[in-house]
């Protein structure tokens, strides 16, 4: 399980988080997933203005699984 915050400056509808494995992964300024093994790139994209979009990326790599 995955916890994901993005900045609340935005409207939650605007922030789309999502994996290169898995797709999108949802909107909102907090998702909470469950990701396959493996490494998985997240982009959390919001709109920037004047049609521009901001992305920031992050590697998370799943190894293991908690009881």
């Given amino acids: 399980m ?4 993005g ?11 999502h994996s290169d494995v898995a797709g999108e992964l ?3 300024h907090m998702l909470r997933v469950d990701l396959e093994e493996g490494r998985h790139q997240i ?19 799943v190894s293991g699984r908690g009881q």
């Fill in 2 to 5: 995955i916890d994901l915050r």
């Fill in 7 to 17: 900045h609340e400056g935005v409207a939650p509808h605007e922030i789309v988080w």
């Fill in 26 to 28: 949802g909107r909102g």
């Fill in 43 to 61: 982009t959390a994209t919001i709109p920037g203005g004047a049609s521009d979009r901001v992305q920031t990326t992050g590697i998370i790599i």
